[in-house]
């Protein structure tokens, strides 16, 4: 189950295999990366951060936390570009595997 979300005007979906695709036309087209872990210099600030056609996207900011009672990592994101919410519930491995 991708993570779906609007940010300036394109519809993303942050898929479990680390792939960003924008929707358009009923159409998915895989058009970057998405990762959680921090690289080289990057502050650990819990963000998720993203390209789209080979351009790093501006990072999209992720609040996580435990379901009960299955002990699931959920994460929420927010931006201020994003026109809406999704609650993405997933295994801890599947966020820090790239």
Known sequence: MPITMTVQGKTLLFLPNGDVA???D???TVEGKWRS???GAEPKDNKIRYTL???DQTPIQALYSFSDPSNQLQVILASRSMTATTLFITCLT????H
């Open 22 to 24: 924008v929707s358009a």
């Open 53 to 55: 056609g080979g351009a």
């Open 37 to 39: 872990a921090v690289s």
């Open 94 to 97: 599947t966020m820090v595997m």
């Open 26 to 28: 009923n159409q998915q």
